[in-house]
């Protein structure tokens, strides 16, 4: 299994940008997907989850800005990022609890994609 990252930039100050996270391999069932960021000198942090149930939870400091959404058919996960600010900066990492025949239930990594954000 292996999760691809895509759509991060340069943008300035109250630009948007839309993050995708694709799912590939051999999957049996993909449960909560999530995007986590990580700031120059700053531990990673949870950004927003959403559940296979469509269920969603954001960081405060991203409410109200940020869309986490999926698409199942397509093992895709979305971040749609709107009204950004230079803290938003951080390189995006998308994370999902996926189960297959050989291991089980997993938590996997994508590689990372960069947000920067000119004031």
């Known amino acids: 299994v292996q999760l691809q990252a895509s759509g991060g930039g340069l943008v300035q100050a109250g630009e948007s940008l839309r993050l995708s996270c694709a799912a590939s391999?051999?999957?049996?069932?993909?449960?909560?997907m999530l995007w986590y960021r990580q700031a120059p000198g700053k531990r990673r942090e949870l950004v927003a989850t959403i559940t296979s149930g469509d269920n969603t939870n954001y960081a405060d400091s991203v409410k109200g800005r940020f869309t986490i959404s999926r698409d199942n058919s397509k093992g895709t996960v979305y971040l749609q990022m709107i009204n950004l600010k230079p803290e938003d900066t951080a390189v995006y990492y998308c994370?999902?609890?996926?189960?297959?025949?050989?291991?089980?239930?997993?938590?996997?990594w994508g590689q990372g994609t960069l947000v920067t954000v000119s004031s």
């Open positions: 391999g051999s999957m049996l069932n993909i449960y909560d």
């Open positions: 994370n999902a609890r996926i189960r297959t025949a050989d291991a089980g239930t997993l938590p996997y």
